[in-house]
Each structure stands twice: as C-alpha cells, then as structure tokens.
C-alpha cells in the first residue's frame, strides 16, 4: 500500500467536498488546516481542528478495510497510542446529521487529540 499525498488547490474548502462530515465534526469550528491524501481508491484527509487531529478516509465504491484505517494510522500518527483514538463510521454520522450520504459507500474517522500528536 502507498499513502500518496495530493495536492490541493488554494481555493477548496473541505465544506466543500465532505459537507456532511466536516459539519457533524466541527460544525462552525475553524479549521487549522487539512491534506489530502490517497491510499488506492480510498480517499485519506487528515485534519487538524485546534483540538483533535483527524483521519478522515472515504470511498465511494466499497467499504473500507481495516488494513485501510491501520496503515493511514501508522503512516500519519505514528506515535499515537492505538487506545487513545476515537473511531465514528459512516452509519454514526448519518445518525447524527439526519441526512443520508449518498455519495460515498463508506466513511471512517479516526481521531486523536491535539495534545499527544507529534
């Protein structure tokens, strides 16, 4: 597996591209900043809220791996204790929202508070 990093162009907004995410997780809460990545067909944003750093992969065609969530985590928060993450699925934020996401077969966010992230 390869976590490659995609550029972004200055002008996108992550409200943008993952709205009923991004609004579930941090409602009006700014947002430090963020990068794309991609690992295969699944998509990996990685972002970072003032408080917690988050993993945010999605795919649009299939459910993501578990293998999938545990290399994003080893690649990007390689000195974070396993047990100190929280994990939210696609069915978690649709509950939350009220909304159907009907874009993407399968979201996970993984997340991590700010203070221990390297």
């Known amino acids: 597996m390869k976590l490659i990093e995609v550029p972004i162009k200055v002008n996108v ?3 943008k591209m993952i709205p009923n995410t991004i ?4 409602g009006q809460q700014p947002i430090r900043y963020f990068r794309k990545y991609t690992l ?12 917690n750093v988050d ?4 795919n649009r065609n299939r459910k993501i791996r578990d293998e999938e969530i545990d290399f994003a985590c080893q690649q990007l928060f390689s000195e974070q204790p396993v047990a100190t993450t929280k994990r939210f699925t696609k069915a978690e ?5 009220h909304h159907k996401i009907r874009t993407i077969k399968d979201i996970v966010v993984v ?4 203070s221990t992230v390297a």
């Open 40 to 51: 295969g067909n699944t998509s990996v944003y990685y972002v970072d809220d003032f408080d």
């Open 23 to 26: 609004t579930f997780l941090y």
């Open 111 to 114: 997340q991590t508070p700010q």
């Open 13 to 15: 907004s992550l409200r």
């Open 93 to 97: 934020i649709e509950a939350a929202r």
């Open 55 to 58: 993993l945010i992969l999605t």
